[in-house]
């Protein structure tokens, strides 16, 4: 069964750091496109992220430039999302995704096949 779980969320000062996790089971990372989206309530999901497979090549929405940093760990089938400089517009659930290959804009959805479930985090004094 082809999954992907997420980890790491919680509960954030403005300025402060998290990391986000992305573990994949049946399948691995490192030979897949994967992203990372969020969504915060009553707003649409925004894509925040995408890395090519193994890692080649990144994108970022420009609301995290300089300040997120996607990663990969292929002996953990693990990506990871450093967040830095954290505010409170980052707030809402945070989802990975599996795709082929990135799409031309971060935030397109059609190429992702597999999601996880999510994880919140909520950046607030």
């Not at 599996?98 to 004094?125: D, F, I, L, R």
């Amino acid at each position: 069964q082809l999954r992907l779980v997420e980890s790491g969320g919680g509960l954030v000062q403005p300025g402060g750091s998290l990391r986000l996790s992305c573990e994949g089971s049946g399948f691995s990372l490192d030979l897949h496109a994967i992203g990372w989206f969020r969504q915060a309530p009553g707003k649409e999901r925004e894509g925040v992220s995408c890395m090519h497979s193994s890692g080649s090549w990144t994108d970022y929405a420009d609301s995290v430039k300089g300040r997120f940093t996607i990663s990969l760990d292929s002996a953990k089938n693990r990506v990871y999302l450093q967040m830095n400089s954290l505010k409170p517009e980052d707030t809402g659930v945070y989802h990975c995704a599996a795709a082929w290959g990135c799409p031309h804009n971060v935030s397109e959805t059609a190429e992702y096949q597999y999601w996880g479930q999510g994880t919140q985090v909520t950046v607030s004094s």
